[in-house]
């Protein structure tokens, strides 16, 4: 490891910078800025090999249009870049030599026009080893999120043979999960170091202000059950979710959230057509806390799958920073937690846990200052993370 210019980093993400629900990447690249570094947020050069339909064509023209235009700053010190990458990379050498070789040539001009030598690396996709290795870093973050050799679509055996490579190499891991950890650890070792997903505490506890509910949420009746986030059908138990609203027309389903390019489930598509269904589409993150305040308990309905085992839910701080209660299946990465939020083992249960939830509904109103929330903010989580990875805290 060589001397640290610790106000540099760039950080390879798994996520465009503009997409429409922001993870820990955006989240950790704006705090860094915030923070004086400067950053380059390298966007997202796939992880699965793209198919011939026509969603993958769109994508593959949207990349070589992005990536032809200049590195822009998008606030203080903090720069986004979208790679020219060539499709098919991680199949061909030759392509993916390409793909590897211009990168670094741009990484390496900004990092010239900035002065900067030996940044850290800040990587959240396995496949950037080599172009880590080419900005000649001071050190090598790997900050593991989610099990993505899971997702459908991606070579799971590719996916890890890459992912090895980079444990071996990293000088410090990052995961968000006890079976993430369990994985990491097994390659490396004592470099391995478990932080769970935390949340903008100050941002959701808004939600606890006497204000005016939106338009869309004040028409629907209460109570209500409030899901917020992209609704991706290898995440989501969406039978759990049309079962809930079927058998308790009562109660009021509030969706806020998509369905995740490309999908067309035929679950959602039913449950649209319910009365005490509402789904509202995307809405701003900044407006998310109005939206919450209106909720009367805040649902977590994954499925427990290979991906949901290893994942550790943003929202799940969200939620209980607005001081709403939670339900939710029964995640591993959420066990340690059972003390402040309700767990369902099958869909009976989970409605059992709702009706709970709103005969008691100031059980689960945690103050803001409790120890729960204070230690999981993005001040604590970054607080920690640098002072393992040596730069300016």
């Known amino acids: 490891m060589v001397a640290a210019n610790s106000k540099t980093v760039v950080l390879f993400s798994t996520a465009d910078w503009d997409s429409p629900y922001w993870t820990n990447k955006q989240h950790i690249a704006s705090r860094l800025a915030d923070r004086g570094y400067q950053v380059l947020y390298v966007e997202t050069v796939g992880i699965r090999r793209p198919g011939l339909n026509a969603m993958d064509l769109r994508r593959i023209v949207a990349r070589l249009q992005r990536g032809t235009a200049p590195i822009r700053e998008v606030k203080p010190n903090l720069w986004v870049f979208s790679p020219l990458t060539v499709p098919l990379g ?58 993505l050799g899971a997702i459908p ?38 470099r391995t170091h478990y932080f769970n997903n935390v949340a903008d505490i100050e941002h959701f506890g808004s939600a606890r202000l006497d204000r005016p509910l ?52 035929p679950i959602i598509a039913k449950m649209r057509a319910m009365p005490n269904a509402h789904f509202l589409g995307w809405r701003p993150y ?50 340690e937690y059972r003390a402040v939020h309700r767990v369902a083992f099958d869909a009976e249960e989970f409605e059992a846990q709702v009706q709970a939830a709103l005969d008691h509904p100031g059980d689960a109103v945690l103050p803001l200052d409790h120890p729960v929330l204070t230690r999981n903010s993005w001040d604590a989580r970054l607080d920690t993370m640098l002072a393992i990875v040596g730069g300016d805290k």
Not at 159 to 174: G, K, M, N, S
Not at 230 to 236: G, M, N, P, V, Y
Request: net charge negative.
């Open 90 to 147: 991680q199949r061909y050498a030759a392509v993916s030599l390409f793909n590897r070789w211009q990168l670094a040539v741009r990484i390496q001009s900004w990092l010239r026009r900035r002065k900067a030598k030996h940044p850290i690396v800040w990587t959240y996709h396995p496949y950037m080893l080599e172009a880590a290795e080419a900005v000649q870093p001071s050190a090598i973050v790997y900050h593991s999120v989610d099990d």
């Open 214 to 265: 939106p338009a869309d949420l004040s028409e629907i009746p209460t109570p209500r059950l409030i899901y917020v986030g992209a609704l991706s059908d290898f995440k989501i138990d969406l039978g759990l979710l049309a079962r809930l609203a079927q058998a308790r027309p009562d109660w009021h389903l509030v969706v806020i959230g998509d369905e995740r390019e490309g999908q067309r489930d």
């Open 286 to 335: 900044a407006d998310l806390p109005d939206y919450l305040r209106g909720a009367d308990v805040a649902l977590l309905p994954q499925q427990i799958n290979d991906y949901s085992r290893a994942m550790f839910p943003m929202k799940f701080f969200e939620y209980l920073a607005a001081g709403l209660p939670v339900v939710a299946t029964a995640l591993p990465a959420l066990a």
């Open 153 to 190: 679509g991606v070579d799971k055996a590719e996916y890890h043979a890459v992912e090895r490579r980079l444990l071996q190499r990293a000088d410090h891991v990052f995961v968000t999960s006890l079976a993430l950890e369990a994985h990491c650890r097994e390659i490396a070792g004592a």
